[in-house]
């Protein structure tokens, strides 16, 4: 994969030198290119930025600018081999980034980043480059930041990990918190390692037995226990075929009921009435 972040704080995005980012590059399974956006600006202050038309507070990032730091990186991209580009700008306006987002991404081959400040960049812009290749709007969460390079942090991160030969066992991904199949709408439970026991805590039986059965039911409840503590949102809206038989029944325990009108709808599950937090 080609990635290409265009930033006008480069020294920003130095933490994808390290960790698993940084081997992925270092392998040669990630291709990143980060870029100062001020070296695409032809005046002496090198201006990235213009008060907004309709008045109000903030500024706002220029078209010109970004469009020809964007038309520099996509010749360069096409020049050095890569194809079937897709732009990724960071906003909390944007779709939420979800863990089956990371998933399509990762299929991808080439992704630029377009990480904002100030009020953001000029909607001229991703308007422009909309007729040319797919763009992702995204969104970390509900909340608004000083920049987008952490969300490009956040959202690279998420990738690389899927890429073929990044994780040193291609499985662990499997069992993640949303990962696609039966984690989709779950949380991922408690795990634990050596010693069995630290300052008098014992690890769960279970998982001294040896039996794989019991013990991949045991994290199954347990993820839907750590879901409907913390995440109850992901329950209601799970479809029912989501649950077998007996995660019907840990469900119940943990006090929620079929909801026959909620079912068509895709909410399943409520919490029962009377049922101790």
């Not at 290409?4 to 960790?19: A, G, H, K, M, Q």
């Not at 732009?87 to 306006?93: E, F, K």
Request: one cysteine or more.
């Amino acid at each position: 994969m080609r990635l290409d972040v265009v930033t006008i704080f480069p020294e920003y995005l130095e933490p994808l030198n390290v960790s698993l980012v940084g081997k992925a590059r270092a392998r040669g399974r990630l291709n990143v290119q980060v870029h100062d956006l001020r070296a695409w600006t032809y005046d002496r202050h090198n201006t990235v930025d213009d008060t907004p038309y309709g008045g109000g507070p903030g500024m706002v990032m220029k078209t010109d600018a970004w469009g020809d730091a964007l038309d520099s990186v996509l010749a360069d991209g096409y020049e050095s081999g890569a194809h079937t580009p897709a732009l990724i700008v960071p906003t909390p306006s944007g779709r939420p980034f979800t863990q089956e987002l990371a998933v399509e991404l990762a299929e991808r081959p080439w992704l630029i980043f377009t990480p904002a400040r100030y009020e953001g960049i000029d909607r001229r812009v991703m308007d422009e480059y909309a007729t040319r290749m797919p763009v992702y709007e995204v969104s970390i969460g509900d909340y608004v930041l000083a920049g987008g390079e952490a969300a490009v942090l956040v959202v690279t991160e998420a990738v690389a990990r899927l890429l073929p030969g990044v994780l040193g066992n291609a499985e662990s991904h499997r069992d993640d918190s949303f990962a696609p199949g039966a984690m989709a709408n779950l949380l991922e439970g408690p795990v634990y390692t050596k010693p069995p026991v630290w300052r008098g805590r014992d690890i769960p039986d279970v998982l001294l037995s040896g039996h794989h059965g019991k013990i991949a039911r045991w994290r199954r409840d347990e993820a839907l226990r750590r879901t409907t503590a913390h995440r109850p949102d992901l329950i209601e809206r799970c479809e029912p075929k989501a649950f077998d038989k007996k995660d019907r029944e840990m469900l119940s325990i943990l006090g929620w009921e079929p909801d026959p009108e909620g079912e068509p709808y895709g909410r399943f599950w409520r919490r029962a009435e009377g049922v101790e937090e």
